[in-house]
């Protein structure tokens, strides 16, 4: 179990504080879940709130695991961990570029999703790397079943926390884009800005970028969550 003392609240993809809670989900004990989530900061509760909607729409897609799953930019691992007690086989990837440039870490994502990994005995079912994710989906990778990619686009556009750390060239991303298309065997899940401040300023590849583009044939709502500044994010699945 990770100590309270050794996450800060504010996570940039959010982190549960305790392991127990995760655990609970390997039970399907979604009322230990729901008993704990008024406890929980903005940033954790838009967290647990998002991988609930993942678990629930794989569930009612058919998709339940063993699935191969790629979550890009996993950050402290919440969403690799949470799906890997389900029984995914997750490879979890992130530069830890969003703690460099933010400070909020007491110690490095990678290092909190590895411990949790250890905890939980997943071993066999999630692996992490620190790598940028352009870097490793140029690589040869056998295909995906399930792909996520939150809170992770609009960064490479201006870099993170409005500093120009992870910021890319819109030619790379969208050669990106489409490898995690190709990569994806059946669904995506695609969240980011689309009405903040900062997002106009930019091209942001919105969901019916992916269709226009060819990649994807069809969008789904599944539902909304907040982030910690009280933005209104809606988290999609995109199917072939």
Not at 103 to 124: N, V
Not at 162 to 186: D, F, H, M, V, Y
Not at 196 to 213: G, H, I
């Amino acid at each position: 179990m990770f100590p309270m003392s050794s996450i800060h609240e504010k996570t940039y993809l959010p982190v549960w504080p305790d392991i127990r809670v995760l655990d609970a989900l390997r039970w399907g004990d979604y009322q230990s879940v729901a008993d704990a989530l008024p406890q929980a900061s903005t940033y954790e509760r838009a967290g647990i709130d998002r991988l609930l909607m993942i678990i629930n729409d794989l569930t009612e897609i058919g998709l339940r695991g063993p699935r191969r799953v790629l979550d890009i930019g996993c950050n402290s691992g919440l969403f690799s961990l949470g799906l890997g007690l389900l029984d995914y086989h997750v490879t979890g990837i992130d530069d830890n570029v969003a703690a460099q440039s933010q400070g909020w870490y007491p110690e490095q994502p990678l290092s909190l999703a590895e411990r949790g990994r250890l905890d939980l005995q997943l071993a066999d079912r999630v692996v992490f790397e620190k790598v940028d994710a352009t870097t490793f989906l140029d690589r040869p990778q056998p295909p995906f079943d399930v792909c996520l990619l939150l809170s992770v686009v609009h960064q490479w556009f201006e870099g993170y926390a409005s500093t120009t750390l992870g910021a890319k060239p819109q030619a790379t991303i969208e050669r990106t884009l489409r490898r995690i298309a190709t990569l994806t065997g059946s669904v995506l899940y695609f969240e980011g800005p689309e009405h903040e401040t900062d997002a106009r300023k930019l091209t942001l590849p919105l969901p019916s970028w992916f269709v226009a583009a060819g990649l994807f044939s069809r969008v789904t709502p599944l539902g909304v969550s907040a982030t910690a500044l009280g933005d209104l994010r809606t988290l999609y699945r995109l199917s072939l």
